[in-house]
């Protein structure tokens, strides 16, 4: 057992960076250090690049085209961008629906889908929550029917971020509504431009659009586009959810925020906070790379991704905290100018204050999206503890 | 000792309820908010008509005299329904020092259309660097002839877009950070060297930051005492405290019923999801915040006209602190209770939560009275 890295990983790290700040546009960086909201082409632009290089993808195997990377290097890669304020990568085609593909998918399918998301040029979003089915996903409403070589499908998504950027979704859709919940259920591809296919925008708390309704009204899906067998959508369901949870503890941009806060604060009372909440990032961080090597060995990630996502997301809202906290008043000012557009305008109070409080609020989100918090506890209390 | 209101008081609770159940439904405040002065000239008047604007003055000073615990009852159903109208920085701060500190004449100018709702007022105190500290004021009034001459920064000015007069914290003597050598202006939000950048805040309010560039203001602009501001403003800032803490322990009560509605009627894995424990025990933590909110909060205003000031900076650091802590568990709890809808502009529980989250900031959070708390402990 050894921290130290082989110089063979610090020449890899010295790689990235090289990388990054060739390839990263100042303005998308800026918005990162800045906290200013990115357009979809600060995430195209960045991402494309990234598939170029055969990066994207780096945590695919290589016959998938993934570059291969030990556990070593892939967080040397994390860590690296996120420290050069590179846009967190966003996850649902990369992270999400790609490892579905080449997990359950057919040749066929895995040609089809595998290569728009490796370069970035598909965009893709996810169609799981409902309004009536949360946190109780199994209980999904929307109705495939089969109509030959086709579904039929009828129903409303909801919470789906990015969908107004999605060329792409991937919903979980109800083709047998008969048995037990999680049996009827299967996993479809659907061309957002398909008609039929709406997407209406919710705004947030912090006045960003991110998230959005996704209405399907007699949307006519190929059979060729559903991954897996019919009905058994549940398996890619959990299999994706547990992937999910692994990356959503966000450790990397958790190490940026507390250094960006030391170099803020000149508050000795918040000083102590900084530190304690520092030192919760060491403790996620090294259960985190425990997981990951443990997985590294073979296998999946088990129940205990969970402990992370919600030490995770309790880490970020307290930096975010933190971070209105060292601004005081000047987190009242509601400046959206300076947070969603390009702007010569300066801000009102010191340069850090616009995002503060937004950031605070919208944080809120960490301990609901992915799997809320009580929800992960469970998990936990079930699967590890027997209770 | 004796807890419970008086039938005068019952009353006027009751009007103020009535008023925020038929003038602050939910979608009624957004269109307030959105107004050009972000509040509403005829519910201004409203209060005027109805004496609210007296409250907390004494008779001789043309008010009701119901003293704080007026204020507090404004100030929590205020609380419910988020209401947007200037009343703290008008009534409670300017009203407030006017009565305090002002001379006759003063009261006969300003307090008087004050409390017939043509006046209103805002305090500019805060600067860039000052970070909760009342004391730390750069802003300087020089002597020019009879009068003075203000030129200098103040940020964050709740209501000085709407104020006819905007009352100031400058220094006239010592050096930055001194108690002594404060001195409070009553300055025409419209004379001239005055330029103001408006926005509006997190939860919907008004604010300004504001540059006096060589402000001429005459001898009688004088609020108080020449260098002898700063303990009228620290009092008024208090009393302000205090009445946050009324309205917060409001904002409180309406997100927790807004939630508990929530819970039990929300449906998840086939059961209200009110029924999971762990929700339930949070929703208990709620209501415990809320009535240890309400306890400080009752605690402060009848300890905030105390003849010692070391009791009344207690009474309302005190308060302060509670709120804070039970203001951001109530929000949080509230938000997370509410899965997806709670990060949401579409229900009321967000609005609520901003307005929580900002009112600790306001005057110092937590964290900021809990060490003023400790000292004045210390120092007693
Ligand atoms: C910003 C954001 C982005 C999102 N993006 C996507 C997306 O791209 N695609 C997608 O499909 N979904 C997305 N979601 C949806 C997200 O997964 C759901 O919000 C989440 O699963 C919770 O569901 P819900 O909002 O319906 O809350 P509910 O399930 O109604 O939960 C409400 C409260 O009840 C609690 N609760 C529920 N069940 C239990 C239980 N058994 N025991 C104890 N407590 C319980 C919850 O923890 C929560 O506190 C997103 C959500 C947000 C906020
Ligand atoms: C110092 C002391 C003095 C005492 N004096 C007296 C006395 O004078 N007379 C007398 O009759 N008894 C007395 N008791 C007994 C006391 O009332 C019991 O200990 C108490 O009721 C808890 O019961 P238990 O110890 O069997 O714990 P349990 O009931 O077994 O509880 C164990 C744990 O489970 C939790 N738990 C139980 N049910 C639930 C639930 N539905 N939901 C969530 N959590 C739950 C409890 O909160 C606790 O944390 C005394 C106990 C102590 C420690």
Known sequence: MDLALKPEHKAFADEVRAFARENLSPATREKTFSGKHYDKADHVVWQQALGKKGWLTYTWPKKFGGPGWDVTQRFLFENVLAEEGAPRIIPFGVKMVGPVIYTFGTDEQKERFLPGIRSSEVAWCQGYSEPGAGSDLASLRTRAVRDGDHYIVNGQKTWTSFAHWGDWIFCLVRTNPDVKPQEGISFLLIDMKTPGVTVRPIIMLDGAHHVNDVFLDNVKVPVANRIGAENEGWTCAKFLLANERLGIAEVPASKRGVRSLRELNDDPALAEKIADVDLQVQALEMSELRALSAMAMGGQPGPEVSTLKVRGSEIQQRIAELAMEAVGEYAAPYQPGMLFHDTNETPVGPDHAPPAAPRYFNMRKTSIYGGSTEVQKNIVSKAILGL | MDLSLSDEQKQLQEGVERFVREKYTFENRKKIAASERGWLPENWAQFAELGWLAIPFSEEDGGIGFGPIG?????????????????????????????????????????????????????????????????????????????????GQKGVVYNAASADDIIVLARTAGSAREEKGLTLFVVDGKAKGITRRDYPTQDAQRASEITFDKVSVGADAVLGTVDGGFPVVEDAVDRAIVALCAEATGCMDAINAATLDYIKTRKQFGVAIGKFQVLQHRMVDCFTNAQEARSMTLMASLKIEDKDAIVRHKAASGAKVQIGKSGKFCGQSAVQMHGGMGVTDELSVSHYFKRLTMIDLMFGNQQHHLTRYSNLAIAA
């Open chain 2, 71 to 151: 204020t507090m009852i404004v100030m929590e159903q205020f609380g419910k329904g988020l209401v947007l109208e200037p009343f703290l920085p008008t009534v409670v701060l300017g009203g407030g020092m006017i009565a305090a500190a002002g001379t006759a004449a003063q009261k006969e100018a300003l307090l008087a259309p004050m409390i017939e709702g043509k006046k209103q007022f805002a305090l500019a105190w805060l600067e860039r660097q000052s970070r909760y500290n009342l004391a730390d004021v750069s802003l300087k009034a020089t002597k020019e002839g009879n009068g003075w001459s203000l030129s």
